[in-house]
């Protein structure tokens, strides 16, 4: 099964209604929940109470490890350590304001991880066109899914041929060698990228992606996740605001 990187298998490895549910749905209720968190007014804790139950009842239902969502907070560390000066230069308000930051950005990291981890790439870059998001917008983004994976791929083979030559990158005196590894995986990421276009273009790309043959399955269960997914966070912020 088809995960949220192209040829990466999905965190989950059961089948259930979320993974099934029209994947235009999941991403509508994605942004609806990621709007309702960012607009909680100051001040205003209980609805990150609300948002975190609903994170968890979804990760739940999508039987979602946890150890995954936890590996996926990781991206969001060195925007908490910029936000740690806040208590620095405003006080308790600084402090109040850079916990509402961090939890908004960790509610929507966690929720991210789920869509993720139940709906493959490009049934995600599907429902977004099926939700008339510009040609250009879904094209980056199903290139970058597909393109990580490249570079990944890239790094384990200048990792294996930098330890084949009897390099161990835990010492302090080897950072030249992994610095010279770096600067080479970018030319080669680069060399691959213009190989690929130039590919692309052979194959008469005119800047939209393929069509990837999932259809639309608009089932009840797509309903449970607007209801379940949306409707509460939005309704927590309103009655925040009021």
């Known amino acids: 099964m088809s995960g949220a990187a192209h040829g990466e298998p999905v965190v989950a490895e059961v089948r259930t209604a979320l993974h099934d549910a029209a994947p235009e749905v999941k991403v509508l209720a994605l942004v609806v929940f990621a709007l309702s968190v960012a607009f909680v007014p100051r001040g205003a804790w209980w609805p990150f109470a609300v948002d975190a139950a609903i994170v968890a009842v979804l990760a739940a239902w999508g039987r979602v490890p946890v150890a995954s969502l936890a590996i996926r907070l990781l991206v969001e560390i060195p925007f908490l350590l910029f936000i740690v000066v ?6 308790a308000e600084g402090l109040a304001l850079a916990g509402a930051i961090a939890a908004k950005a960790t509610l929507v990291v966690l929720a991210t991880g789920v869509l993720s981890a139940t709906t493959p790439a490009a049934e995600i870059v599907a429902g977004m066109e099926r939700l008339r998001v510009p040609a250009t917008f ?6 970058a899914a597909r393109y990580l994976q490249v570079v990944l791929e890239e790094l384990r083979r200048v990792n294996t041929a930098r330890q084949a030559r009897g390099d161990d990158a835990r010492w302090l005196w080897q950072a030249r060698a992994v610095a010279q590894s770096t600067g080479a995986l970018a030319v080669r990421c680069l060399n ?3 190989r690929v276009h130039g590919a692309m273009l052979a194959r008469g790309w005119d800047g939209r992606m393929p069509r990837v043959g999932t259809e639309a399955v608009l089932r009840a269960n797509a309903m449970a996740i ?17």
Do not use: D, N, Q
């Not at 806040?86 to 006080?91: F, K, N, S, T, W």
């Open 86 to 91: 806040l208590p620095l230069v405003a006080g």
């Open 138 to 143: 879904t094209a980056i983004g199903a290139l």
């Open 192 to 194: 691959r990228g213009e």
């Open 226 to 242: 607007a209801v379940v997914a949306a409707l509460p966070a939005l309704l927590a912020t309103i009655g925040a605001r009021w």
